[in-house]
């Protein structure tokens, strides 16, 4: 079984610009979260989705975007790139709602903002 | 929100030596998993451990739930178990709450 996927593995960006991050989850799974990991505040939670509605939600402002397709993909949009976005987006996924099963995650997305 | 305390914080052994790595959490939970981060980033699953005691190689862990802490465990240490521990607890249909993690350093 593919674990699960995340595109771009390393992006450059710059203040101002806005960005897209997708993650594919392992098949058969219904749930993805994503988070945020930076030297500073260690691993924050951003959101999850569950077949394609949001249940849980992070203290982020609302520069930080998400949504799921029907085949579970999902994807997190950041616009405004603000210096301190700089990090590694990672994104989880599990077969059942967020916290009642086993998650897996990617490999992240690292994101640098210039 | 669920407060997470890793410790140590730092760990430097020699190739060989074993550890215990600490997790204690502050509220019931139903959920427990432990993750080794690589130098790449990624998370990888050590174990699903909301309660009792389950083992893996030279790793094995511990959550006694009742008393909201969990043990892991690492037997001969190899330079290869160099990385951050982290442990991850939630409650459910709620989000996960991580540690800070446990840095290891493994020397030959």
């Known amino acids: 079984k593919a674990g699960v996927t995340q595109t771009p593995r390393y992006l450059i960006k710059t203040r101002g610009q806005q960005v897209t991050l997708s993650c594919s989850p392992i098949?058969?799974?219904?749930?993805v979260s994503w988070y945020q990991q930076t030297p500073g505040q260690g691993l924050q939670f951003l959101f999850e989705?569950?077949?394609?509605?949001?249940?849980n939600k992070g203290n982020f402002p609302g520069r930080f975007s998400g949504r799921q397709f029907s085949n579970s993909r999902s994807e997190m949009n950041v616009s405004t790139l603000e210096l301190g976005d700089s990090a590694l987006y990672l994104c989880?996924?599990?077969?059942?709602?967020?916290?009642?099963?086993?998650?897996?995650f990617g490999p992240g997305t690292r994101l640098t903002v210039l | 929100g669920i407060q997470v305390e890793q410790s140590p914080p730092d760990l430097i052994l020699q190739e060989g030596a074993n550890s215990t790595l600490r997790c204690n959490f502050s509220?019931?939970?139903?959920?427990l998993q432990w993750f080794h981060q690589n130098p790449w980033g990624q998370l990888i699953n050590l174990f699903y451990?909301?309660?009792g005691t389950k083992q893996n190689g030279r790793l094995s862990a511990t959550t006694v739930a009742t008393e909201r802490y969990s043990l892991l465990y690492i037997s001969s240490s190899q330079t290869t178990d160099s990385g951050v521990y982290f442990c991850a607890v939630a409650t459910n249909f709620n989000k996960f709450y991580f540690g800070s993690g446990t840095k290891l350093n493994v020397k030959p």
């Open positions: 989705y569950f077949s394609e509605t949001q249940r």
């Open positions: 509220d019931s939970v139903n959920n």
């Open positions: 098949s058969g799974h219904r749930s």
């Open positions: 989880a996924s599990s077969p059942g709602a967020s916290g009642t099963r086993e998650q897996f």
């Open positions: 451990i909301p309660s």
